[in-house]
DNA sequence: ATAATACTTGACGTTTACGTAAACGTCAAC
DNA sequence: GTTGACGTTTACGTAAACGTCAAGTATTAT
């Protein structure tokens, strides 16, 4: 037991050490801190963070990739973390799922579209390349 | 002919018109025009969209979605538009290309694992919800 | 003719997501 | 015992993407 994916994994982590891994800055991770993204454990003033820590940093920059601010990646991350007591709360939680769902089965149609476009301007710029090349054998590479 | 697609298609909006189609406000479509991103015609004083540029502002829009910035979306227009006299600068757009694509599939990757997570805490809800609604069939629904 | 309506151009304000600099603590290595 | 490397807080700066007035023009309705 205790595999490296234990709860109670034992690795901790310095702040540029989780900067260089995620190509942060510390900056940035302290500012998640502030925002309350992260809350890493302390020994004395210094912070330490837990694989635990690690997994919420990527949670947070795979959100900002999607199209996530802050704000919305904390919400969610609470929701994730908290045992909500309310029923309340998990609706509003559902509601908030079936949002954000949403929201990125019409990011996926989007990326499709942008992709084929993508596709077909670069068909058109070799074909053009091609052209211009057979015109002018003398290729102005320099 | 003239069809309702044809590239004359004497179509024309106002902003007003846009912005409502669209969700945005005017001040949003005029910041656009500031940045390059819209040149539509006028009349006087007041701006007179084609539908040549209705598709310029819809390209905008999905490129927000996909996470672009407003330089990147004019960067690409620019490209699409020009009629690119040199291979350097065809060279230059093929490398960009190449790029977004392979920023647009990384994305693609973080929303499946987003989308299978947001499962993964719906199940959980969901069975949470059902728990409680058994525990105390009085529910609080008020 | 006047009032209402739609459009225009500045210009300053705001939020988000950090960057950057100052000024200091701490610990290992030489 | 001081020099780096790394860490800390505090605070101001900044770029992007608009929002929000203010004040003027142009057109339309009555």
Not at 11 to 33: C, G, H, M, Q
Not at 59 to 67: N, P
Not at 92 to 117: G, N, V
Request: glycine share 4%; aromatic share 4%; with cysteine.
């Amino acid at each position: 037991m205790n595999s490296p994916m234990d709860a109670s994994d034992p690795t901790t982590y310095t702040i540029t050490e989780l900067a260089k891994e995620f190509r942060v800055t510390t900056r940035t991770i302290r500012f998640y801190e502030d925002k309350g993204l992260l809350k890493p454990a302390r020994n004395g003033l210094t912070r330490v963070y837990t694989a635990r820590d690690r997994v919420h940093l990527k949670l947070v920059l795979r959100g900002k990739r999607i199209g996530l601010s802050l704000d919305e990646v904390r919400e969610i991350m609470d929701m994730y973390d908290s045992a909500p007591g309310e029923i309340g709360q998990l609706d509003y939680m559902l509601d908030k799922l079936a949002e954000r769902r949403a929201m990125l089965h019409r990011q996926q149609q989007d990326i499709e579209l942008t992709l084929k476009e993508l596709n077909k301007i670069e068909a058109q710029c070799r074909q053009r390349l091609a052209t211009m090349l057979k015109q002018t054998p003398q290729s102005q590479v320099s």
